[in-house]
């Protein structure tokens, strides 16, 4: 029988309760969750994500976007195929564990914690967005498709692995039924608790499936979507493409963001700085910042004993503001939050993906550094002779570190 469960039900109803509870779950799940999806998929789980990232076509320098990462294995693959890679979790855990993978063998992969409603990367920036169980986990698909689109550039594909729902609705009751069962078991076995797994069937139970999903990918302005059956129908890989250039009409939110212009004060600095100068330009296209300031940094070229260029750029990014209906002492209410429109890290990813820019050297959550050895004069000399530039980002309102 179809097993329900009517207080998980409720807190996975609203976005804002499966937001909680998927962050909740994942958290504690994060360092048995290589273990959990090889012991529930026997071991296919892999399999299926490499044939996903074959479907994905990568190519020298493919821009890469993994959404709901967890602890890599698609951004690993996709990197390992030769991608320029962003990996996203909501999850810092699962974040922390992607890290210490990839630790283990240097790629070209950058890891972001943020939620993939709102990401904090710039429009039109990776040639290819991937995600493995990230559809099924969000609390507003649409929403999240439609951030999807935004980030890919023209032509660009999304490509997504995700548990199908069982059309039948008498196979749909065994299979939810056993998932229950299994789940319950491995939740009690390495958690001590039987729930732990359960949201696995109750979100195939509110996932539309994989037609649902094709279905919706093209309400939402995909083109080319189509879905190959993996696991006998149990799992789908979709794929799907944004128009190109050509069909491309911009949407309401971008035009929103470019409506009032990017306040740009160069003032404090010298023009000094090839670096400095790509930086400049790139970040002028940034539709999410709204102000830019860049100034030549205190440490002189004598001070470094070598030649030394430094500058600091101040970014103040734009806001946004969401609204949602929630309850009050049961009545209705609307709930308003206001938020950056993206994150220093999120700026990090976005330059990551320009090719003149690349990933930065050193980065924390108030900062992001790039190091650039200009030239070397005459190329026999020692390190005296080098011309080091060294460009700092902050965002606006945090105090530099000197
Ligand atoms: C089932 S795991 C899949 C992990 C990985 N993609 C894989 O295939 O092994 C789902 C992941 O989605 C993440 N997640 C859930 N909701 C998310 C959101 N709104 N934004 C970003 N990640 C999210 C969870 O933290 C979790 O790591």
């Known amino acids: 029988m179809e097993s329900v469960d009517p207080p998980l039900r409720a807190a996975l109803a609203t976005p804002d309760g499966k937001s909680r509870y998927t962050r909740r779950v994942f ?3 994060a360092d048995r969750y290589d273990l959990i999806t090889v012991l529930l998929s026997y071991g296919q789980d892999r399999r299926w994500k490499r044939r ?16 709901a990462c967890g602890t890599g294995d698609i951004a690993c693959e996709a990197a390992a195929a030769g991608a320029r890679v962003v990996g996203l979790d909501l999850v810092a855990r699962m974040v922390e564990l992607a890290k210490q993978r990839l630790g283990r063998t240097p790629r070209d992969v950058m890891l972001l914690v943020g939620d993939m409603m709102r990401l904090p990367l710039a429009d039109r920036a990776f040639d290819l967005v991937t995600t493995g169980y990230g559809l099924r986990n969000v609390p507003d698909l649409a929403g999240s498709l439609d951030e999807i689109r935004r980030v890919l550039k023209p032509g660009g594909r999304l490509l997504a692995l995700d548990f199908n729902r069982p059309g039948n609705a008498v196979l749909r009751s065994i299979y939810l039924g056993y998932l229950t069962m299994v789940g319950s078991a491995l939740g009690f076995a390495l958690h001590g608790d039987p729930d732990t797994y359960r949201y696995i069937p109750e979100t195939i139970r509110m996932y539309p499936g994989a037609a649902g999903v094709a279905r919706l990918m093209r309400e939402r302005g995909f083109v080319e979507v189509e879905y190959m ?56 296209g940034f539709d999410r910042i709204a102000f830019l300031r860049v100034e030549d940094a205190p440490a002189s070229r004598a001070e470094a004993g070598y030649n030394l260029i430094a500058s600091e750029f101040y970014v103040g990014f734009t806001t946004e503001e969401r609204r949602w209906p929630g309850r009050r002492f049961g009545f209705p209410i609307a709930r308003r939050e206001v938020t950056g429109s993206t994150t220093l890290a999120g ?48 965002e606006i309102g945090r105090e530099p570190r000197r």
Request: net charge neutral; proline share 7%.
């Open 27 to 29: 958290a504690t799940i």
């Open 52 to 67: 996903l990232v074959a479907m994905a076509r990568i190519g020298p320098g493919t821009r890469a976007l993994d959404l």
């Open 229 to 284: 059956l993996v696991a006998g129908g149990l799992m789908a890989i979709h794929s799907g493409r944004t128009r190109h250039l050509s069909s491309v009409v911009p949407g309401p939110r971008t035009e929103a963001r470019y409506a009032a212009p990017m306040e740009i004060d160069t003032s404090l600095w010298s023009g000094e700085g090839d670096f400095t100068r790509v930086l400049l330009e790139t970040l002028k």
């Open 347 to 394: 700026l990090g990813a976005a330059l990551s993906a320009v090719e003149a820019i690349g990933p930065p050297d050193y980065s924390d959550e108030g900062m992001l550094q790039y190091l650039r050895t200009e030239h070397v004069v005459p190329p026999y000399q020692t390190r005296g002779y080098k011309l080091v530039e060294l460009v700092r980002i902050y």
